[in-house]
């Protein structure tokens, strides 16, 4: 079954404990993204990867790392995380090219850092 | 600023009843419109790529359209199934990496 998987699916925390949020996908696809849903706001973009070892900023990147090391994984760090990143976080992934970028969307991640 | 408004923020409708959902966007140079859909607890599905205006799409009891500034997603006939949150998302064509969403429609359909 094509799909993006992400672990854990609910984690707790306290400021400043280093976390990292996996994710992966089993459709062979180029692009992968990680984007935080809080209320209000809607999904707003951290940061993506165009491919194996490219990776840049979204809008809200701050706080966070990413590396792209194997084209199905792109694993989301935290080194020092805060309060103000307790939110719902989605990885996501689509094929490139001129006609697609359609996202599949994994079943998210909630965070909550106390 | 490239910026994404979704109106109304929720929408109750009795199953049967037909409206439409907005999506009002500001980018520079739009290169693709996204239409998704999200259940409680889940994360977003797609639905539809809007590229150029005048564009419409269809899925079942959706139809998806497109204009310079906007874009609607029309639900007819809608059924309890329907009930979800529709999220709208534009891509720029200066960084086709880069994707921008709404805060999304709470669609409720009432048997």
């Known amino acids: 079954e094509a799909q993006v998987t992400q672990n854990p699916r609910y984690l707790i925390t306290v400021t400043g404990k280093k976390l990292t949020v996996t994710c992966s996908q089993n459709m062979n696809h180029e692009y992968m993204s990680w984007y935080r849903q809080d209320p209000g706001l809607g999904l707003r973009q951290i940061y993506y990867s165009m491919n194996v070892e490219v990776t840049d900023k979204g809008d809200v990147p701050e706080g966070y790392k990413v590396s792209r090391k194997e084209k199905r994984n792109f694993p989301l760090i935290l080194e020092s995380p805060s309060p103000n990143q307790t939110s719902l976080y989605f990885c996501?992934?689509?094929?490139?090219?001129?006609?697609?970028?359609?996202?599949?969307f994994g079943p998210g991640t909630r965070l909550t850092v106390t | 600023e490239d910026q994404v408004t979704q109106s109304p923020e929720a929408l109750r409708l009795q199953e049967g009843e037909s409206s439409s959902l907005n999506c009002s966007y500001t980018?520079?140079?739009?290169?693709?419109l996204f239409w998704y859909r999200q259940d409680p607890g889940k994360g977003p599905e797609f639905l539809f790529t809007?590229?150029?205006a005048g564009e419409e799409k269809e899925k079942e009891r959706l139809k998806a359209t497109l204009t310079k500034k906007e874009s609607f997603l029309h639900i007819t006939a809608p059924k309890p199934e329907d009930s979800a949150t529709y999220l709208c998302?534009?891509?720029?064509?200066?960084?086709?990496?880069?994707?921008?969403f709404g805060s999304g429609t709470k669609l409720n359909v009432k048997p």
């Open positions: 980018v520079s140079g739009l290169r693709g």
């Open positions: 998302a534009v891509q720029a064509r200066y960084n086709f990496n880069k994707f921008y």
């Open positions: 809007l590229y150029s």
């Open positions: 996501a992934s689509s094929l490139t090219g001129l006609m697609t970028y359609e996202q599949y």
